[in-house]
């Protein structure tokens, strides 16, 4: 069974192909870079209009196959916002359309995590997924992907990014300031962890404050990380506590950073959890994900009904029912 994904959920247009077994036979994928300021919807949804059609030739060819061997067609329903969503679920629909082939929507953070697991051979996981949109730690539990720990404001990344506009360092700002942060020393801020969610808003304000006031620009990059990732290593720590599990897995577009990547494998190790990340390029958005997600939940469920392919702008990890995970194995 061969699957076309489409993700669209923010500004990363991108397509993959893969088969049942998980073999990935295409992936494609373009970023928009915005010139000033965040991301806009409408523009990202202009930016997919744009794309989707463009990639999804070429993955075809890249995948050598023919439109006809394409069994399946699945889409990112959500979360995410909502021009964009509806640009790839009108996508998703045209093409499992023309081709008559079945059609199904899929939610974007699980895919994340489905396709971390595919490529580190990872069975049970306690995941960080950090983005620019998003930030969950998320694990299995009696049939469901459960939220443990979640961000109650923004998301880090888009804390790094806005802390990167706001003082000139540019877009994206993870990169540059993981550079800067490598010669920082520690400035006090703000570490927000309530109950089993955190906030980097305020760390965020606190942050900016410091760099108003002239604080040396390397040590509140460096703070800045600290802080931030100190607060994420403690609420999956205390995730794989809890749930007891042995894995712990790092997702999304700010695994590329290396202290993060350091501190959330020191604290795996400490409690004999192995750690997992999966290639970068399959932990950002991607194709890819959507359609190994579509395959196993069409193995479920089978593919939907038109009439149900609505975007689901603030999809829950954990509205969906994951029956392929042994619940007897933790
Ligand atoms: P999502 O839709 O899942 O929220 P996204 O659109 O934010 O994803 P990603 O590619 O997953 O896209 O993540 C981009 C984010 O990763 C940006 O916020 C960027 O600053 C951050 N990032 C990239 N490299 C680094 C790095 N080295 N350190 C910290 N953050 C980084
Ligand atoms: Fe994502």
Not at 115 to 137: E, F, I
Not at 243 to 269: I, P
Not at 290 to 305: S, T, V, Y
């Amino acid at each position: 069974v061969i699957c076309l994904g489409i993700e669209g959920t923010a500004e990363k247009t991108g397509v993959g192909i893969v088969d049942s077994d998980g073999n990935i036979l295409a992936m494609q994928g373009c970023q928009l870079y915005p010139e000033k300021g965040g991301i806009h919807p409408r523009i990202a949804a202009e930016h997919h209009a744009e794309w989707i059609p463009k990639l999804i030739p070429k993955a075809i060819e890249e995948a050598a196959i023919n439109y006809s061997d394409l069994d399946l067609i699945s889409f990112s329903q959500g979360p995410g916002l909502g021009p964009a969503l509806r640009i790839v679920a009108t996508s998703a629909r045209s093409l499992a359309l023309s081709l008559n082939k079945p059609i199904i929507g899929v939610n974007h953070c699980i895919g994340h995590v489905e396709v971390g697991k595919l490529d580190t051979g990872a069975v049970n996981p306690v995941s960080l997924y950090v983005s620019g949109g998003n930030s969950q730690v998320i694990a299995y539990e009696s049939g469901r992907y459960r939220i443990f720990g979640e961000t109650l404001d923004i998301a880090i990344g888009n804390c790094l990014d806005q802390f990167g506009r706001e003082t000139g360092l540019g877009h994206p700002g993870g990169p540059v300031i993981e550079k800067l942060a490598k010669k920082g020393n520690y400035i006090d801020l703000p570490y927000v962890v309530k109950g089993m969610d955190f906030s980097f808003s305020g760390l965020l304000s606190a942050a900016l404050r410091q760099h108003q006031k002239g604080a040396d620009i390397e040590d509140v990059c460096f703070s800045l990380q600290e802080t931030a990732f100190a607060m994420l290593v403690e609420v999956t720590e205390r995730a794989l506590s809890h749930t007891q599990k042995d894995e712990v897995m790092l997702c999304g577009g700010v695994s590329a950073n290396s202290r993060l990547r350091e501190m959330l494998k020191t604290m795996s190790e400490e409690h004999g959890a192995k750690f997992y990340m999966p290639e970068m390029k399959l932990c950002g958005d991607n194709g890819v994900m959507i359609a190994w997600l579509g395959l196993l939940m069409c193995k479920e469920f089978g593919p939907m009904d038109l009439a149900d392919t609505g975007i689901i702008q603030r999809f829950r990890t954990d509205e969906v029912d994951i029956p392929w995970i042994d619940n007897t194995k933790n």
